[in-house]
T-cell receptor, first 114, second 116 residues
């Protein structure tokens, strides 16, 4: 089973460029999440989609947009990248949004903005 | 609002020694509590969780944690450390978002080093 798949795994951008991080899960999960991980700050929630057709802001949404394309896919877009967005990004999914199940993570996408 | 505090960003133990990683939470309602582990260059994976029922929870790889409501704690322990336990560990608590959906709120992490 593939689980949660993120692409790309590595990306280098220049300030002002745009890009989209792709995430797909094959577990028929309802809820999907985008986190960023920075040293000493743990994981912070950027955006989430509690169910297909809905999205909402997390703790640190500024500078990002998301699209829940269908039940499987949840993409994260940086419209105008800034050095402060240099981070490791994780996509995650869970079957039930009450968290009685397990949150499954992708392997991460390492983004550097110069 | 829910929050999680992990005491000690780095913990070192000798192989075979007790592992104790501390986690305290603040929550206005009984939370669900989790421990996740992250090995280098990988995503996070679930070690164990507390939702309801027995307050002592056993997880994978010999880890366990005890939910103590009076102390608002959920410390992670393992009786005897193994070299393969070297990783970063995250405590997490459920948090109800603005739309009413639950989210997971993570602590800042504790990096465990195991000394041979």
């Amino acid at each position: 089973n593939a689980g949660v798949t993120q692409t790309p795994k590595f990306q280098v951008l220049k300030t002002g460029q745009s890009m989209t991080l792709q995430c797909a899960q094959d577990m028929n999960h309802n809820s999907m999440y985008w986190y960023r991980q920075d040293p000493g700050m743990g994981l912070r929630l950027i955006y989430y989609s509690a169910s297909e057709g809905t999205t909402d802001k997390g703790e640190v949404p500024n500078g990002y947009n998301v699209s829940r394309l269908n039940k499987r896919e949840f993409s994260l877009r940086l419209e105008s990248a800034a050095p402060s967005q240099t981070s490791v990004y994780f996509c995650a999914s869970i079957s039930r949004r009450d968290f009685t199940g397990e949150l499954f993570f992708g392997e991460g996408s390492r983004l550097t903005v110069l | 609002a829910q929050s999680v505090t992990q005491l000690g960003s780095h913990v070192s133990v000798s192989e075979g020694a007790l592992v104790l990683l501390r986690c305290n939470y603040s929550s206005s309602v009984p939370p669900y509590l989790f421990w996740y582990v992250q090995y280098p260059n990988q995503g996070l994976q679930l070690l164990l969780k507390y939702t309801t029922g027995a307050t002592l929870v056993k997880g994978i790889n010999g880890f366990e944690a005890e939910f103590k409501k009076s102390e608002t704690s959920f410390h992670l322990t393992k009786p005897s450390a193994h070299m393969s336990d070297a990783a970063e560990y995250f405590c997490a608590v459920t948090h109800r978002g603005r739309t009413g959906a639950n989210n997971l709120f993570f602590g800042t992490g504790t990096r465990l080093t195991v000394i041979p």
